[in-house]
């Protein structure tokens, strides 16, 4: 039933894209003293978003759904350019913290986003 | 959901691979004065599950550092030669610590990681409770 609302859907999505790319900027500082790792990343949710809307959320929810583990990720992951060290590893773990504070920022604006919707939803339903 | 367990996963296989590495920095440590004693090396590579990466840490395996053993003058050591030279270990301890410095600060980082990993879940968990 909430699925139906756009909003709902979208906050969905946006916790999703969290999600995948928590489990990417992990990858990247487990593999920070891997030789020849190149570090990857997603673009931030927005700029997926505003890329092509409908296709991406159906993409996620595709995903999501068919119980394919990471495919929709995978489409997204791009190799981040950066200055190798020495062993040919390109994770900085700098960059990845910066990146995992905007990820758990963007998972909990999601969730709370969701959440106020179904206040809403509830209230006016007569529960609170 | 299988994002939140394959990051888990993930970011526990680095801090085990981090914490095999400080094992075998301990190891080197404790044997610095070892006559003959060859520095422990690990390698790190990436785990790979029926053909594709599963983007885990796995530890490769141990190799013994080939550079030249130090030779220590001490003619009243039982091991030493006719010029009063024995082998002592090629550990040095500089190189330790700043590896085991660095091992330290990966495992904060992957435990910082899984921390989140953690939150980021309740906080979804906390959201079906209502």
């Known amino acids: 039933m909430y699925n139906s609302l756009d909003l709902f859907q979208t906050a969905g999505a946006m916790a999703r894209h969290a999600g995948a790319r928590q489990a990417v900027v992990a990858r990247n500082i487990a593999n920070a003293d891997t030789p020849d790792f190149q570090a990857q990343s997603i673009a931030a949710f927005k700029d997926v978003y505003a890329g092509s809307a409908t296709t991406t959320m159906r993409a996620t929810r595709a995903g999501h759904l068919g119980g394919q583990i990471g495919q929709h990720t995978t489409d997204l992951r791009q190799t981040v350019v950066g200055e190798p060290s020495p062993n040919g590893n390109t994770v900085s773990i700098e960059d990845e913290m910066l990146r995992a504070v905007e ?7 999601a969730l709370t986003i969701y959440r106020h919707a179904m206040t809403v939803l509830r209230t006016s339903l007569g529960r609170s | ?49 029926l053909g594709r990466t599963t983007g885990e840490v796995a530890v490769g395996e141990v190799r013994l550092d080939r550079s030249e053993l130090s030779r220590i003058y001490d003619p009243a050591h039982p091991m030493a030669d006719a010029a009063g030279y024995y082998q002592g270990s090629n550990v040095n301890l500089l190189i330790e610590i700043a590896d085991a410095r660095e091992a330290q600060r990966s495992y904060e980082a992957n435990l910082k990681m899984f921390d989140q990993v953690r939150q980021m879940s309740t906080a979804l968990m906390d959201l079906l409770r209502r």
């Open chain 2, 1 to 49: 959901m299988t994002d939140f367990s394959d990051a888990i996963s993930v970011a526990t296989s680095g801090m085990k691979a981090q914490a095999s590495r400080l094992r075998h920095v301990s190891e080197n440590i404790a044997n610095t004065d070892t006559p003959g004693y060859r520095r422990k090396a690990i390698t790190f590579e990436e785990m790979v599950n």
């Open chain 1, 103 to 109: 990820v758990s920022r963007e998972h909990n604006r």
